[in-house]
């Protein structure tokens, strides 16, 4: 279906040319005509699937700029917060739709003297509870609801700051909402907060046949940070993601890398706001190669161009899994999928295999350097002394 046969506004349409857009993406034809219609939604997609203008175009199409804020969306995440609000800028602004961003980690200040001149708030669940307490928002000309990525503030343990929040909405309002995954637990929210809901699932985006899973069986717990080094430096001609299980393994593999001239930088959640913003800023802009990241940056951001995915530390169960090497294989482009395992993650891989759909193939090891790995920052003699 072609964006022409939409019936939305000419503005917004003048914006779709601006971006080259051409045909509606499956979720984006699936749900945007019922919107439009004023039905409740919940739509099944993953990130990069379109789904933000999805719900973005119908609701910019059906507000007025001169009824105060009236649409507020949900978000799990500083990181999907500020991307939401850039495309609801983006596209709002020939309208005169002013959209502000609500989320944890900066000034409260500037988000207050924003909001009453707003017509969207797209918010993390934590800092709207924080304006409800304060009496810095008003609900009352609420017609929207939009509920993004609800599986993972499922998974984040915010369902009761959600239900919170919608208690303080008016009843009468349009509700959509969004998931990667659909689970029992979904379809209860769903059922209690959404009106005679319309379902609609997609197809995966990443394509199996172009995705290549393969992990490494590593010995010598020594000699991880090395194989990685060597995959990264000649086996990886795109953008890199590199997962790790902590905020401190991620911040000691990032300087690492950076100390054997990769140029990488990192991401999770005991950062502020401004540098990981710049972080993932300077992958979309090709600045860096790689982003080393918790699962922060599994869910929710659209990085294009990452030809591989890395599992320095294996995840826990086969949804995380799925979910990060989701980042790779898009658009009928190949990508690669690469697990480091050592003993210390036979247990979580095996949990992952127990997905019968998920065939991960072990690779041959290839020959490569050994290099030192430094886990404290002091001197460089103490530094040495505790490589491993």
């Known amino acids: 279906m072609n964006f022409e046969k939409l019936n939305i506004d000419y503005r917004l349409y003048e914006k779709i040319k601006e971006f080259r857009f051409k045909d509606l993406t499956q979720i984006q034809e699936k749900c ?29 199409d059906k507000i007025q700029n001169d009824r105060g804020l009236q649409v507020l969306v949900l ?41 009453p001149t707003s017509h969207i708030v797209v918010g993390t669940p934590g800092r709207l509870l924080d304006h409800i307490n304060r009496k810095t928002i008003n609900f009352k000309n609420i017609r929207f ?64 046949d172009k995705l290549n899973q393969k992990y490494f069986d590593i ?36 300087k690492n890398l950076r100390r054997q001239g990769i140029n990488a930088s990192e991401i999770h959640g005991g950062m502020n706001q401004n540098k990981r913003s710049k972080s993932l800023d300077d992958l979309k802009r090709q600045k860096i190669n790689v982003l080393v990241a918790t699962d922060v940056a599994a869910r929710g951001l659209d990085i294009k161009e990452v030809s591989h995915v890395y599992n320095y530390d294996v995840p826990k169960t086969p949804k995380e899994y799925i979910h990060r090497i989701g980042r790779t294989a898009r658009a009928g482009k190949n990508g690669d999928a ?8 036979h247990d979580n891989f095996r949990r992952v295999q127990s997905d ?11 020959e490569f350097n050994k290099v030192p790995f430094f886990r404290g920052y002091k001197s460089r003699e103490k530094q040495y002394m505790r490589t491993h």
């Open 32 to 60: 945007i005509p019922d919107i439009l219609n004023g039905k409740d939604v919940v739509g099944q997609a993953e990130t990069g699937s379109g789904k933000t203008l999805a719900f973005c175009l119908p609701i910019l």
């Open 75 to 115: 978000t799990p995440t500083r990181e999907l917060c500020i991307q939401l609000t850039d495309v609801f800028q983006d596209f709002g602004k020939s309208l005169g739709i002013k959209t502000t961003s609500i989320y944890g980690g900066v000034s409260i200040g500037p988000q207050i003297r924003n909001i």
């Open 145 to 208: 609801l939009v509920l993004d990525e609800i599986d993972k503030m499922l998974e984040m343990g915010f369902i009761e700051d959600v239900e919170r929040i919608i208690f303080n909405l008016p009843r009468v309002r349009q509700t959509l909402m969004f998931s990667a995954t659909i689970s029992d637990d979904i379809y209860k929210i769903a059922k209690k907060h959404l009106k005679n809901p319309l379902i609609f699932r997609t197809k995966p985006l990443v394509d199996t």
């Open 219 to 254: 010995y010598n717990q020594n000699d991880k940070f090395s194989l990685l080094l060597h995959l990264l430096k000649n086996s990886t001609p795109g953008l890199a993601i590199v997962f790790c299980a902590t905020r401190k393994e991620t911040d000691i593999v990032a």
């Open 338 to 345: 690469v697990t480091l395992l050592t003993s210390r993650d």
């Open 356 to 366: 019968e759909k998920i065939i991960i193939k072990q690779a041959n090891f290839p």
